[in-house]
């Protein structure tokens, strides 16, 4: 157990609908990160936050959305969905400390657009 | 071109091998060099995590970065079945604060016993 929770664990929805995935962080760590990985794609990463500012973007679609909260979970917001966009889609944390940088992983949320 | 160019295997060695994995990139810009395991419907692990060049020993994992090359490799000696997992190259530059991460397609390794 990574101590990083995502829900939920799948989530089967059709093409243009909306979706909200949730993620809690370990205890004090404050960066947030989504990646989507999926068979023809690999895994990519999407948007890091740090505290509740977004630091890093990545490959991510203008129809998704992301955000910290602060009490440092974060969502991330799928609209308008197509079928290209069923994937495995994973949360992490981090902590710098001097030389210093553990990354964890969430379990995931599949999600399946029919 | 990808950013990062990765074989996706599958290689398969014998128990006790050593085995070397390697990635390949294009942008002179990444300075943060990681590898992931990953085990089969489990999300990603960090492996190491290594600042420009050189070389990170972690137990039986080194890590090594050639920037000149533009070469990343990752060694792990006496392999056992469950190093079996896909291995995932990771790079990034840094600049904006933040880990703009690019992935490898990831190497499928097997350990026979």
């Known amino acids: 157990d990574s101590g990083v929770t995502q829900t939920p664990k799948h989530l089967i929805t059709a093409t243009g609908q909306r979706v909200t995935l949730r993620c809690s962080p370990r205890s004090g760590d404050l960066s947030v990160y989504w990646y989507q990985q999926s068979l023809d794609q690999g895994l990519q990463f999407l948007i890091q936050y740090y505290n509740g500012e977004e630091r890093a973007k990545g490959n991510i679609l203008e129809r998704f959305s992301a955000q910290q909260f602060p009490d440092l979970h974060s969502e991330l917001n799928l609209s308008s969905l197509e079928l290209g966009d069923s994937a495995l889609y994973f949360c992490?944390?981090?902590?710098?400390?001097?030389?210093?940088?553990?990354?964890?992983f969430g379990p995931g949320t599949r999600l399946t657009v029919t | 071109q990808k950013e990062v160019e990765q074989d996706p295997g599958p290689l398969s060695v014998p128990e006790g091998a050593i085995v070397s994995l390697n990635c390949t990139y294009s942008n002179s810009a990444f300075q943060y060099f990681m590898w992931y395991r990953q085990y089969s419907r489990k999300g990603p692990e960090l492996l190491m995590y290594t600042y420009s060049s050189g070389n990170k020993e972690d137990g039986r994992f080194t890590a090594q970065v050639d920037k000149s090359s533009k070469y990343i490799s990752l060694f792990i000696r006496d392999s056992q079945p469950s190093d079996s997992a896909t291995y995932l190259c990771a790079m990034s530059p840094w600049g904006t604060g933040g880990f703009k991460t690019i992935f490898g397609a990831g190497t499928r390794l097997f350990v026979k016993a």
């Open positions: 992490a944390s981090s902590v710098v400390a001097g030389d210093s940088y553990e990354q964890y």
